[in-house]
């Protein structure tokens, strides 16, 4: 029996991945917040893009996600409501990098977007950027303002290859808002956007299938302790 469990295990390393992951939620909402200013051209822009559409993707299908952006001004790119992911992957393919850094305006917007759903459901906002704000006093009188208007908000921040004030900045915000900051290259965005929105609660199907693939490898190594031990009580006993 221990036997069929391991082989088991070991077994679904070899499932197809599927393409959108099932409805597995915990109520919580997800508002991505993505940096589109002009420092955000060219490369870093194309992986957040291909980042927000594998996180989009692999969320499960009743997913309550939205998306707005933020240069100079802010954007609602695609409104928070259930089914949300294919509106995140659809705004992130029209993404444009242009104009300046204006953090405590999203801050500030993304508020009224997460009010406009209604009800007290808590709610994580991920916040992505490459620079500090424009006014970065401003930027955490936002943060202070959401968090007293909303409670049950919470902001994770990823920033791309940022200085040391930017990184203060992002760390202030996270903290005020009761989240977490990472400090990525460009080329880590992806994987740990999916981590961020997995801790949202949303067992997204890239997280999935790295949780199988640490099981299965325990498995076989389960299984090759078993072998070699049956093999040496074998030897024992002859």
């Given at each position: 029996a221990v036997f069929v469990v391991v082989l088991a295990h070991a077994g679904r390393l070899f499932e197809p991945t599927p393409q959108r992951a099932g409805p597995t939620r915990t109520g919580t909402g997800v508002m991505i917040v993505v940096d589109t200013s002009g420092s955000m051209a060219g490369d870093k822009l194309r992986r957040a893009q291909e980042a927000l559409r594998s996180v989009a993707l692999s969320l499960p299908e009743d997913a309550v996600v939205g998306m707005r952006t933020f240069s100079s001004g802010t954007r609602l790119a695609s409104p928070p409501r259930?089914?949300?992911?294919?509106?995140?992957?659809?705004?992130?393919n029209s993404l444009i990098a242009d104009g300046g850094t204006n953090i405590g305006g999203a801050l500030t917007a993304v508020g009224t977007d997460i009010e406009a759903t209604g009800g007290n459901a808590p709610w994580?906002?991920?916040l992505i950027s490459d620079g500090e704000g424009n006014d970065v006093a401003s930027d955490l009188a936002s943060a202070r303002?959401?968090?007293?208007?909303?409670?049950?908000?919470?902001c994770d921040a990823i920033g791309i290859e940022m200085n040391a004030t930017g990184e203060r900045e992002l760390n202030d915000i996270t903290s005020l808002l009761h989240g977490r900051t990472w400090m990525v290259g460009r080329d880590q965005l992806q994987a740990t956007l999916h981590e961020a929105v997995s801790l949202a609660g949303f067992r997204t199907s890239r997280a999935a299938r790295g949780a199988d693939i640490r099981i299965a490898v325990i498995a076989v190594l389960l299984l090759a302790l078993l072998i070699a031990g049956a093999l040496r009580l074998r030897l024992t006993m002859s």
């Amino acid at each position: 029996a221990v036997f069929v469990v391991v082989l088991a295990h070991a077994g679904r390393l070899f499932e197809p991945t599927p393409q959108r992951a099932g409805p597995t939620r915990t109520g919580t909402g997800v508002m991505i917040v993505v940096d589109t200013s002009g420092s955000m051209a060219g490369d870093k822009l194309r992986r957040a893009q291909e980042a927000l559409r594998s996180v989009a993707l692999s969320l499960p299908e009743d997913a309550v996600v939205g998306m707005r952006t933020f240069s100079s001004g802010t954007r609602l790119a695609s409104p928070p409501r259930a089914s949300g992911s294919g509106g995140v992957e659809m705004a992130a393919n029209s993404l444009i990098a242009d104009g300046g850094t204006n953090i405590g305006g999203a801050l500030t917007a993304v508020g009224t977007d997460i009010e406009a759903t209604g009800g007290n459901a808590p709610w994580k906002i991920v916040l992505i950027s490459d620079g500090e704000g424009n006014d970065v006093a401003s930027d955490l009188a936002s943060a202070r303002s959401l968090a007293a208007r909303l409670p049950n908000v919470t902001c994770d921040a990823i920033g791309i290859e940022m200085n040391a004030t930017g990184e203060r900045e992002l760390n202030d915000i996270t903290s005020l808002l009761h989240g977490r900051t990472w400090m990525v290259g460009r080329d880590q965005l992806q994987a740990t956007l999916h981590e961020a929105v997995s801790l949202a609660g949303f067992r997204t199907s890239r997280a999935a299938r790295g949780a199988d693939i640490r099981i299965a490898v325990i498995a076989v190594l389960l299984l090759a302790l078993l072998i070699a031990g049956a093999l040496r009580l074998r030897l024992t006993m002859s």
